[in-house]
T-cell receptor
């Protein structure tokens, strides 16, 4: 069965600090997809990134960057120069791409609540 | 605008009174799914649908029903709601290219906050 672990329940940083959110996953499949979502206080889930298991390139998007390492089954997310608007709960998620029961099910970690203090 | 629309956003109801939460997507996605989010438990899948007339249970299906008569709609039905179904519910849809195919990503609705008293 697939599993996603976000060991950090809550993190507080001061504005402009860098912060890394950890994500470790477990899957028996060779083909899978990893995601990060942001949930601001308003409650909606905002898609941030999707990565497939064959693409281990790190990605940078503005102040956001992601480090995918299959060897350690980790998909960590770094926010550089954090801002108050980054305060939210961040979820890492995993989807296995296969047929049968549970197909394409998106399994979420429990989330990391990030508070950026001005 | 590509989106998943859930209604209502907020709902307070009484135990045992049947209710339906609607979900509609305008992206022609094959895959649709319902999740509930609870403090300390995260997001858990209730039901999913791979296409019209194809639905299956997720991790926490008890007390819920779904139907997929049209590609765009995937309503969640609580025939006899109970207080333990008080939760934040999300509908999601995704496109994929079939067995082992590429998952394009999931689009979520804005959520429905349900309170059962």
């Amino acid at each position: 069965a697939q599993k996603v672990t976000q060991a950090q329940t809550e993190i507080s940083v001061v504005e402009k600090e860098d912060v890394t959110l950890d994500c470790v996953y477990e899957t028996r499949d060779t083909t899978y997809y990893l995601f990060w979502y942001k949930q601001p206080p308003s409650g909606e889930l905002v898609f941030l990134i999707r990565r497939n298991s064959f693409d281990e390139q790190n990605e940078i998007s503005g102040r956001y960057s992601w480090n995918f390492q299959k060897s350690t089954s980790s998909f960590n997310f770094t926010i550089t120069a954090s801002q108050v608007v980054d305060s939210a709960v961040y979820f890492c998620a995993l989807s296995e791409a296969r047929s049968g029961a549970g197909s394409y099910q998106l399994t979420f970690g429990k989330g990391t609540k990030l508070s950026v203090i001005p | 605008e590509a989106q998943v629309t859930q209604n209502p956003r907020y709902l307070i109801t009484v135990t045992g009174k049947k209710l339906t939460v609607t979900c509609s997507q305008n992206m022609n996605h094959e895959y649709m799914s319902w999740y509930r989010q609870d403090p300390g438990l995260g997001l858990r899948q209730i039901y999913y649908s791979m296409n019209v007339e194809v639905t299956d249970k997720g991790d926490v299906p008890e007390g819920y029903k779904v139907s997929r008569k049209e590609k765009r709609n995937f309503p969640l039905i609580l025939e006899s709601p109970s207080p333990n179904q008080t939760s934040l519910y999300f509908c999601a849809s995704s496109s994929f290219t079939g067995t082992g195919g590429d998952v394009k990503g999931y689009t979520f609705g804005s959520g429905t906050r349900l309170t059962v008293v």
